[in-house]
């Protein structure tokens, strides 16, 4: 299983990114995803997921401003991210457990400046 995520970068607050993680060696559409970030110093944490029926769950923190989905025939899940701050800095990780096994992907860096 690979997990191949991408789209991070650098944003003044206020602004929008979206991450893209691309899902390899699993029938991708049988499972939950997940976006987790860790931010310097911190713990990782749940950002966002969907499951495989398309229900999603949000972090407080972002509520309202992140958007998850997923696209079954491209076996991709992307998270919008919009009204960025500088909280919002850190590593995010696309995530899933299958087969028993969680993984996951390599991260892509948002920072998000003041």
């Known amino acids: 299983v690979q997990l191949q995520a991408s789209g991070g970068g650098l944003v003044q607050a206020g602004g929008s990114l979206r991450l893209s993680c691309a899902a390899s060696g699993i029938n991708f559409r049988l499972y939950d995803m997940s976006w987790y970030r860790q931010a310097p110093g911190k713990e990782r944490g749940l950002v966002a997921s969907?499951?495989?029926?398309?229900?999603?769950n949000f972090a407080d923190s972002v509520k309202g401003r992140f958007a998850i989905s997923r696209d079954n025939v491209w076996r991709k899940v992307y998270l919008q991210m919009n009204s960025l701050n500088p909280e919002d800095t850190a590593v995010y990780y696309c995530?899933?457990?299958?087969?028993?096994?969680?993984?996951w992907g390599k991260g892509t860096l948002v920072t998000v400046s003041s």
């Open positions: 995530n899933t457990v299958a087969r028993g096994s969680t993984f």
């Open positions: 969907i499951s495989s029926d398309g229900r999603t």
